[in-house]
C-alpha cells in the first residue's frame, strides 16, 4: 500500500477520535498495515518501559502526517491491544 493509501485506512479505522490498535513488539521490522479495517503495527523495540508503545506512537504519528504529541495512549499501556486518541483538530 502506498502511505496516502495507508493514512486513508488509518483515518477509516477511527472511531470519532479513538483508534484500536494491535501491536507485536519484537519484531523483524517497524511497519503499519490495516488488515480488515483494522490497525496492525509492528515494532522492532522489546516491551518494556514503555518503549514500544513510543516507537508506536512515532510511526502512527508518521503514517497519519500529525505530530508524536497529537496522539495520546488512553487503555493498553501494557497491553499488545491499544486505543489511542488522537488530538482535537483545530
Known amino acids: ?42 515494532v522492532t523495540t522489546v516491551p518494556e518501559n514503555g518503549k514500544a508503545t513510543r516507537d508506536v506512537i512515532k510511526l502512527l504519528a508518521k503514517a497519519l502526517g500529525i505530530a508524536k504529541s497529537d496522539l495520546t495512549l488512553v487503555r493498553g499501556a501494557t497491553a499488545r491491544d491499544k486505543v489511542f486518541r488522537r488530538a482535537a483538530r483545530a
Not at 483515518?11 to 470519532?16: L, N
Not at 483508534?19 to 519484537?26: F, G, M, Q, S
Request: hydrophobic share 50%; net charge positive; charged share 25%.
Open 1 to 42: 500500500m502506498a502511505s496516502s493509501d495507508i493514512k486513508q485506512a488509518i483515518e477509516a479505522a477511527f472511531e470519532g477520535d479513538l483508534l484500536a490498535v494491535r501491536v507485536t513488539p519484537k519484531a523483524a521490522r517497524n511497519n503499519v498495515s490495516v488488515v480488515e479495517g483494522r490497525v496492525r503495527v509492528t
